[in-house]
């Protein structure tokens, strides 16, 4: 089983195809809208996965045991805000 975490996660687009790939358990997910967060929950069973409102705010040792992360970044949206952090390093 390969265990990822699902950042910038809107409603679960990766998620879902994971899903019905199949051999993949999700541990976590990051969305600070709050309304997509709404959907994802209504979506999927997020019971006992970690959840993140922010992602300039997760600490990548404090992430549970994981063997991808998978996410889509809106680039426009880094544009707009003129955006120059860096989420971390790894």
């Given at each position: ?40 929950e ?26 991808l ?22």
């Amino acid at each position: 089983m390969i265990k990822c975490f699902d950042i910038f996660a809107g409603i679960g687009g990766f998620r879902s195809g994971f899903e019905k790939a199949g051999g993949f358990k999700c541990v976590g997910y990051c969305e600070i809208d709050k309304y997509a967060k709404k959907a994802y929950e209504i979506l999927y069973d997020t019971e006992g996965e970690v959840f993140y409102d922010d992602a300039r705010k997760i600490d990548p040792n404090e992430l549970p045991d994981l063997d991808l992360i998978c996410g889509e970044i809106t680039k426009h949206k880094f544009y707009e805000k003129k955006s120059q952090h860096l989420l971390w390093v790894l």
